[in-house]
């Protein structure tokens, strides 16, 4: 039930729990995570505009945060890593979340901006991957969707960038905070943009990609 009247956007993280994130890579992950929704949470508007969920693929796929209005997030478990990256089936997962959020919007008249997938890994999917790639491509390309493929270190970027109409950046070493820090900053700038239909500016992405 949306009862809030402000424009939303929804922001669904897929994350990469693999087993070859096991250790620092985790850990960074982690501590990225809890200060992209601090910092979301911090900005005035954006924290009534802004609606997060996180998926979880390895080893198997793991509901985290169903999309949630920022302010009335306390927390959400910290990651562990495990065998497997079920990235096809977390897609899946992620793109009906955002379908049936957008149905609860119009349903209740609420305005809402192009949700946002971020898709991070490091490494490729286990499971069967291209349905889901194709799925989110095409939203993205009829602009019902922000996809944005995040390779880490050992990321097959040619797969990641197949569920995007935009190529897989690739993340600068462990720099997850950084990238957070980014991806909060382009919330704030989403939840304040005059339109929900207009484009927006978004911060340089120098902090945290490789390129």
């Known amino acids: 039930m949306v009862v809030n009247p402000t424009p939303r956007c929804a922001c669904i993280l897929v994350l990469d729990t693999s087993g070859s994130m096991n250790g620092t890579s985790i850990d960074e992950l982690n501590e990225g995570v809890v200060r992209f929704l601090e910092e979301v949470k911090a900005d005035e508007l954006a924290q009534y505009s802004v609606e997060i969920g996180v998926v979880t693929a390895g080893p198997a796929v793991v509901l985290q945060l169903p999309i949630t209005p920022a302010h009335l997030i306390e927390a959400v478990n910290p ?15 992620a793109l009906n979340m955002v379908e049936s959020r957008k149905t609860e919007y119009k349903n209740a008249g609420t305005p809402y901006y192009q949700p946002w997938l971020v898709i991070m ?91």
């Open 121 to 211: 890994s490091d490494g490729e999917p286990t499971d069967s991957w291209q349905n889901a790639a194709n799925r989110a491509s095409t939203m993205a390309n009829n602009r019902k969707l922000v996809v944005m493929p995040i390779g880490v270190s050992g990321a097959d970027l040619n797969k990641l960038s197949q569920f995007s109409n935009r190529p897989a950046k690739a993340l600068a070493g462990l720099k997850f905070r950084e990238f957070f820090a980014w991806l909060s900053a382009s919330m704030a700038r989403v939840s304040s943009s005059a339109s929900t239909s207009s484009q927006v500016n978004l911060p340089p992405t120098g902090s945290w990609d490789s390129i």
């Open 79 to 93: 990651f562990n890593a495990g065998d497997g990256t079920p990235l096809g089936e977390a897609v899946e997962v």
